[in-house]
């Protein structure tokens, strides 16, 4: 009947495992408590049984384990067991003879502390296998019934015993799921006493009764570890504890990189190929930015713009299509890469070299209209504008030939002015250089505060003393080299 009973309650911790939850393993840092179900075979040695490492003669019993995690290397294990001892046969013993029996009922309650060697210094954590070694100390009760002859007269023993009981041994946890944790141990009870038997020999000095204990049963672990980003994989062994809902990790919970680019999987454009991240995982091979399934010329560094082929001209034709190569810059061209020839105004001057490309003109003004001629015959004899002495202040005389020209800047909007400033010879170089320049500066002040023309159509300059256009050996020839020179053109 209770060999029934124990196999019935192995069969419903195997069914228990079936439909444990995979959150549930035995006891770790995640989840720091665990219950075990087990069953055991006893190899008892007392004063009538000696069956120690005897398989085919144990007693059989089970019990329950209540597991807390400590550290990396200890556990703390309460084991509550239950099993049954007996034995009958014809025996001498203590001056009698004849036929000896006697049943036992016995359980124990040991709090152990176990030795992990799966602790991340000899094995990892969470290796398939895990040895341990185990001791123990609690408190054992024996129901104990025997029947044996003393001398002449048999006689009886039917006693409850309460005793201390130590244990020591070893065991292997092995992981075959997150789920389930199956565990295998044998450990050597001692109690302190010698009436498991009901007999105890008259020498004091013999050794207590004791036994071996091998159980096999399965762990489940209670609660649930904390996983932020719920990818299975605990926050604490997490190395990417963000990762988003629906991703497939690895072991360490990172999303898994196939071809181990950096680039996630789930991001990943081409998951079977090596690539770089910019370009979202995908192979450049020739390094141009242009993936190698989208580039043309993957063994050549090119432009996106040309498909990953390679455009010496940058005229956005790829040089193995381009019929014109060595196309100036900025010149419009068409699909073979040769210059377009758009005349809009039909000056005879293309529009890609044509300054004034909406306004008909010359070639020699590079596409814009000349002066007429008045203005071509004024600004022919250079017109120029005179100062005070030591001084970049505008003579009165000068304000008609600075009138004339705005009024021109204003009839040529495609012409720009440069003014040239200059000096006599008295004073230093450096002096007049700087004097120079302030005389052109006072011109354009005239220019864009008095006529309102903008500041970036005209150009200053100064010449210093460098270029005299009269003597400066006289007062008059001094005069008229202090002066300001202007010039239009189209820049």
């Known amino acids: 009947m209770k060999k029934t009973l124990l196999k019935a309650s192995v069969l419903g911790g195997l069914l228990l495992a079936m439909v444990a939850p995979t959150e549930s393993v035995g006891q770790s840092a995640d989840r720091r408590t665990s219950i075990s179900l087990?069953?055991?075979?006893?190899?008892?040695?007392?004063?009538?049984?000696?069956?120690?490492?005897?398989?085919?003669?144990?007693?059989w019993g089970g019990g329950l384990g209540i597991n807390r995690y400590l550290s990396p290397s200890f556990d703390l294990s309460?084991?509550?067991?239950?099993?049954?001892?007996?034995?009958?046969?014809?025996?001498?013993?203590?001056?009698?003879?004849?036929?000896?029996?006697?049943?036992?009922?016995?359980?124990?309650?040991?709090?152990?502390?176990?030795?992990?060697?799966n602790n991340g210094k000899i094995l990892k954590e969470d290796a398939f296998i895990g040895p341990y070694l185990i001791g123990s100390v609690g408190a054992q009760y024996a129901s104990v019934e025997a029947y044996y002859p003393t001398g002449a007269t048999p006689a009886t023993y039917d006693e409850g015993i309460l005793r201390m009981n130590y244990a020591g041994g070893a065991g292997l946890n092995f992981r075959i799921?997150?789920?389930?944790?199956?565990?295998?141990?044998?450990?050597?009870?001692?109690?302190?006493?010698?009436?498991?038997?009901?007999?105890?020999?008259?020498?004091?000095?013999?050794?207590?009764?004791?036994?071996?204990?091998?159980?096999?049963?399965?762990?489940f672990g209670l609660g649930k570890a904390k996983d932020t980003d719920g990818d299975g994989v605990s926050d604490r062994r997490d190395e990417c504890p963000?990762?988003?809902?629906?991703?497939?990790?690895?072991?360490?919970?990172?999303?898994?990189?196939?071809d181990g680019d950096g680039v996630p999987d789930y991001q990943d454009q081409c998951p079977t190929e090596a690539g770089t991240a910019a370009l979202q995982g995908c192979p450049d091979k020739d390094g141009d930015g242009v993936r190698d399934s989208e580039d043309e010329c993957p063994d050549q560094a090119g432009t996106a713009a040309t498909r990953g082929c390679p455009d010496a001209d940058g005229d956005g034709v790829a040089d193995k299509n381009d019929t014109c190569p060595g196309t100036p810059a900025g010149t419009r061209v068409d699909a073979?890469?040769?210059?377009?020839?758009?005349?809009?105004?039909?000056?005879?001057?293309?529009?890609?070299?044509?300054?004034?490309?909406?306004?008909?003109?010359?070639?020699?003004?590079?596409?814009?209209?000349?002066?007429?001629?008045?203005?071509?015959t004024y600004m022919a004899r250079v017109p120029k504008i005179e100062f005070e002495f030591n001084r970049a202040v505008l003579k009165r005389t000068s304000y008609p030939t600075l009138d004339r020209i705005a009024t021109m800047l204003g009839k040529y909007p495609h012409y720009n002015l440069r003014i040239s400033g200059h000096a006599d010879h008295i004073g230093s170089n450096e002096y007049n250089q700087e004097l120079s320049v302030r005389r052109a500066e006072a011109a354009k002040s005239y220019f864009t505060n008095q006529k309102g023309i903008s500041s970036d159509r005209v150009?200053?300059?100064?010449?210093?003393?460098?270029?005299?256009?009269?003597?400066?050996?006289?007062?008059?020839?001094?005069?008229?080299?202090?002066?300001?020179?202007?010039?239009?053109?189209?820049?």
């Open 459 to 491: 150009i200053t300059e100064g010449f210093g003393e460098e270029r005299p256009i009269a003597p400066n050996t006289t007062n008059s020839g001094r005069a008229r080299n202090r002066r300001a020179e202007f010039r239009l053109f189209i820049q």
């Open 336 to 376: 073979n890469g040769c210059p377009v020839v758009v005349d809009r105004d039909g000056d005879g001057v293309n529009d890609d070299v044509d300054r004034c490309p909406d306004v008909a003109g010359t070639a020699a003004n590079m596409g814009c209209p000349g002066l007429d001629a008045a203005d071509s």
């Open 242 to 258: 963000d990762t988003p809902a629906g991703v497939q990790v690895d072991k360490k919970g990172c999303p898994l990189d196939g």
């Open 177 to 219: 799921s997150d789920g389930i944790g199956l565990f295998v141990q044998s450990t050597f009870n001692y109690p302190s006493t010698d009436l498991l038997d009901g007999i105890k020999y008259r020498d004091s000095d013999e050794l207590n009764d004791r036994y071996l204990q091998h159980s096999v049963g399965l762990s």
């Open 38 to 59: 087990y069953g055991s075979n006893i190899q008892a040695r007392t004063n009538l049984r000696n069956d120690i490492w005897d398989m085919s003669n144990g007693s």
């Open 78 to 117: 309460l084991q509550l067991n239950y099993f049954n001892l007996e034995q009958d046969g014809n025996y001498s013993l203590n001056g009698g003879t004849g036929n000896m029996r006697f049943e036992d009922e016995v359980g124990t309650a040991n709090l152990g502390l176990k030795l992990k060697l």
